[in-house]
C-alpha cells in the first residue's frame, strides 16, 4: 500500500459519495439479445444529464441512424467500430479500441457496434435520448 493511500475503518457518508461496483451493475437486456444497457446516472428518457453503458455482443452492429443530441462516448473495453453516412457497410467501419474517446455529434448519421469481440462503451449524453433510422438502401 502505498503511504499517501489511507484505509479507513469508516464507511463512506453516502451523501458526499456514492458508488456502484462493476459486479452490481445492473445489466438489462435488449428484447434481440444482442446487447445490454446499464443506467448509471440519469434518465435518458427524460430531459438532462444521462450516462448509460451498452455491452455490445460479438456481431451485433447498428444500422445508420443518428440522435438529437452530441453524445460523449468512452469504450471500456473490446473494439467498437464505428462508421459515418447513410448506407451500412460494415467493411467500412474504423476500430475503437478500449480507451478510445468519441464523439457522436447530434443529427450526424453514423453506425456501429462489436465485431469479433463483446464491447462495452459508456455514453454520456443530454435527454431526452432517441436514435432516428437514416438508412438509405443502395
Known amino acids: 500500500c ?4 489511507r484505509r479507513s475503518s469508516s464507511p463512506i457518508d453516502p451523501t ?3 458508488f456502484i461496483e462493476p459486479k452490481d451493475i445492473k445489466w438489462i437486456p435488449n428484447s434481440a439479445g444482442t446487447a445490454e444497457q446499464a443506467v448509471l446516472y440519469g434518465d435518458p428518457a427524460k430531459p438532462g444529464l444521462y450516462i448509460i453503458r451498452y455491452k455490445w455482443k460479438a456481431g451485433n452492429m ?3 441512424h443518428f440522435h438529437p443530441n452530441d453524445r460523449l462516448i468512452v469504450v471500456l473495453s473490446g473494439i467498437w467500430w464505428v462508421g459515418t453516412g447513410e448506407v451500412f457497410d460494415p467493411n467500412s467501419t474504423v476500430p475503437m479500441r478500449a480507451g478510445t474517446y468519441v464523439t457522436h455529434y447530434g443529427k450526424k448519421i453514423h453506425y456501429d457496434g462489436a465485431k469479433d469481440e463483446d464491447t462495452i462503451i459508456q455514453i454520456h449524453g443530454i435527454g431526452p435520448a432517441a436514435s432516428t433510422p437514416a438508412e438509405r438502401k443502395p
Not at 502505498?2 to 493511500?5: E, R, Y
Open 2 to 5: 502505498s503511504p499517501s493511500v
Open 16 to 18: 458526499s459519495v456514492s
Open 62 to 64: 447498428s444500422r445508420p
